[in-house]
């Protein structure tokens, strides 16, 4: 499986061919879900592709009758390290789809103020946000809900990495969290994009669901991150829903159940910035 190398007149192994994106069934067209049998083939296509990918490089690396120059060694070993992180990452994403709560581990449930879970899911996103401006709303006033802390952070940073992922650069991207008339904590994350079309509205949380624009955009991606955050938030008692953002974009909102501790009196709140990576100061309400 090596092929020659332009650079130093060796062999190399192959380059990764196009990746199947997960959505688009040719029984089903760009944006259908797909079928059950269409849906184990997606799988094993996803499974296959860094493994042919790693075999690949290992394959080179093991012939005999080459000798690798330092530089293209450490090239191969960097790809197969990218591509085993690949593959772990589909590994844990389809053990939580495939679990009651959208885990992989039982869940640490304990009371937790929404800027600590808002703090926690930036952490997790850390340079992906560039320099895009970033909007921050946590009042003071809101109280600490019961929830695992890990699990609701992973629930946030999916959503911004959808809202990096799909929208143009520099756009902002809006974070908050507030308490709705009927005694739920909405934590939201909202962006200046296309938005998502109404009839996909419920699909796009289903497994290896891509919505036609997604899909065409050829934007890497397994159809699980949304399908997971459903299943932490459901597991929570709670609820996920898209709306559309006032002026345009997607508005993703997470609902849990209220405790009935109130946080102190102190603030966690930034507007928005221009040209700012926004990350949360140090101090957070308990």
Not at 265 to 272: C, D, M, V
Request: hydrophobic share 35%; charged share 25%.
């Amino acid at each position: 499986m090596a092929i020659h190398h332009t650079r130093t007149g060796q062999w190399q192994a192959p380059k990764r061919p196009p990746a199947w994106i997960p959505g688009r069934c040719p029984s089903s067209g760009p944006g259908a879900t797909p079928a059950p049998h269409e849906t184990l083939a997606a799988v094993a296509h996803e499974l296959r592709l860094p493994l042919s990918h790693i075999k690949g490089f290992v394959d080179s690396l093991r012939r005999t009758d080459v000798d690798w120059d330092e530089e293209t060694r450490s090239d191969f070993l960097a790809e197969i390290e990218v591509e085993t992180d690949r593959l772990a990452q589909l590994v844990d994403s389809l053990l939580a789809v495939g679990s009651s709560d959208g885990t992989t581990g039982r869940a640490r449930m304990a009371l937790t103020h929404p800027a600590a879970v808002v703090r926690g899911a930036l952490r997790r996103v850390g340079s992906s946000l560039g320099e895009r401006p970033l909007r921050i709303d946590v009042p003071s006033n809101l109280p600490s809900v019961r929830l695992d802390a890990s699990q609701m952070e992973r629930v946030l940073a999916n959503l911004i990495h959808n809202a990096i992922k799909y929208t143009p650069g520099g756009s902002p991207i809006g974070v908050s969290a507030r308490i709705c008339a009927i005694n739920e904590l909405e934590l939201a994350v909202e962006d200046e994009g296309q938005g998502i079309p109404p009839e996909d509205r419920e699909r796009i949380f289903e497994p290896f669901f891509r919505e036609q624009s997604a899909a065409r955009s050829r934007v890497p991606g397994f159809g699980l991150g949304l399908a997971i955050c459903k299943s932490i938030v459901l597991a929570h008692g709670g609820r996920i829903q898209v709306t559309d953002r006032p002026g345009g974009g997607a508005h993703f909102s997470v609902f849990l159940p209220t405790g009935v501790r109130r946080a102190p009196n102190s603030t966690w709140r930034r507007p928005l910035e221009a040209g700012r990576r926004g990350t949360p100061p140090a101090r957070v309400a308990a």
